[in-house]
């Protein structure tokens, strides 16, 4: 009949695949509060700014213990991290020039995304060693001939590491009279065998 001949129609109101992996990813805020005294960038974290400075503490996985304070001032923000060490565990140091992908080494690693707008982030990665990494990105393009002028120190004792950020405005794509605007920000913390931790998941998300 005309009827058993007529096409069936389904209506399908589930999320869409891309809708999916967006409601499995967190979207954290914190605010980032001005500091009357910028640190001094030597990886020590004794300066009075990081007192007031803002906490994270909620690197995913926990293990080992990281955690990471951010604060500015009018034209730079200032990040400092604290990454337990593994008892028994010697850092891993491979890399030894800048530039060169430090992914099988102990690190620290910053991502920003000035604008909601465009696809482009600036990554920003300090190994234990000392060693940095700057780049930005689009997509799966990488471009490590972007060398951004930041400042960083890296501090060591015999209970953790430590790295202490300094990045200005125009590393970030950002100019004084765009402060009061959000900014993509995500830090993570890679231990060789053990694998990543972030404050968001995926890390570079």
């Known amino acids: 009949s005309l009827a058993e001949a007529a096409p ?34 030597d990886g020590r974290l004794d300066d009075a700014c990081w007192r007031d400075a803002a906490l994270i503490d909620d690197f995913s996985p926990g293990r080992p213990p990281t955690w990471a304070r951010v604060c500015r001032d009018a034209n ?3 990040i400092a991290v604290k990454c337990d060490r593994v008892p028994g565990r010697t850092p891993v140091t491979k890399v030894k020039k800048r530039d060169v992908l430090p992914y099988l080494d102990d690190r620290v690693e ?3 995304k000035p604008s909601r707008k465009r696809d482009d982030q600036r990554r920003f ?23 951004a002028e930041w400042s960083h120190a ?8 430590t790295v202490e ?9 950002r100019t004084r009279k765009r402060w009061g605007e959000r ?23």
């Open 183 to 205: 900014l993509g920000f995500n830090i993570g913390r890679d231990t060789p065998g053990l694998g990543e931790s972030a404050w968001v998941e995926t890390f570079r998300d």
């Open 76 to 78: 730079t923000l200032y």
């Open 110 to 112: 910053i991502s920003i």
């Open 165 to 173: 950020i300094a990045l200005p405005l125009k590393a970030m794509d």
């Open 125 to 147: 990665m300090v190994t234990y060693a000392g060693v940095v990494y700057d780049a930005v990105t689009k997509g799966r393009a990488r471009y490590p001939e972007f060398n």
């Open 8 to 41: 069936r129609l389904r209506l399908d109101f589930s999320p869409s695949p891309l809708a999916r992996v967006l409601r499995q990813v967190k979207v954290k805020e914190l605010p980032c509060p001005p500091c009357k005294q910028p640190p001094r960038v």
């Open 154 to 161: 890296v501090g060591r004792d015999k209970d953790a590491w």
